[in-house]
């Protein structure tokens, strides 16, 4: 098992931007597929983005793509989510996911940790 700890949301405006940052102890993060998801208010749980353990493969949810980007840096372990262009629909509790495989998924039921989330919120 992994801990996963996001930060850096917030409150923004709409049109501008925050990096989310999730920090991974337990498990050699390099092993790890990483992800994030969201859930908006009253709203079900969405995919957002996700990145292979090495970084060269990313997808991206239909909503954030060309707004969002993922990336990692193993020697930190940490992987992070830089959010801009940021909309009202925005607007959701972030969560930062890792599975012990190769590949990332866009499902959830795939990740077998989970952070706590981090809120962000963007005003109109």
């Known amino acids: 098992q992994v801990q996963l700890v996001e930060s850096g949301g917030g409150l923004v405006q709409a049109g501008g931007s925050l990096r989310l940052s999730c920090a991974a102890s337990?498990?050699?993060?390099?092993?790890?597929?990483m992800g994030w998801f969201r859930q908006g208010p009253g709203k079900e749980r969405e995919f957002v983005a996700a990145?292979?353990?090495?970084?060269?493969?990313?997808y991206y949810g239909d909503s954030v793509k060309g707004r969002f980007t993922i990336t990692r840096d193993n020697g930190k372990n940490t992987v992070f989510l830089q959010m801009n262009s940021l909309k009202p629909e925005d607007t959701a509790v972030y969560y930062c996911t890792g599975r012990g495989a190769s590949y990332p998924s866009r499902v959830g039921y795939e990740y077998d940790s989970w952070g706590q989330g981090t809120q962000v919120t963007v005003s109109s």
């Open positions: 337990g498990r050699t993060f390099s092993s790890l597929a």
């Open positions: 990145i292979s353990r090495n970084g060269g493969l990313t």
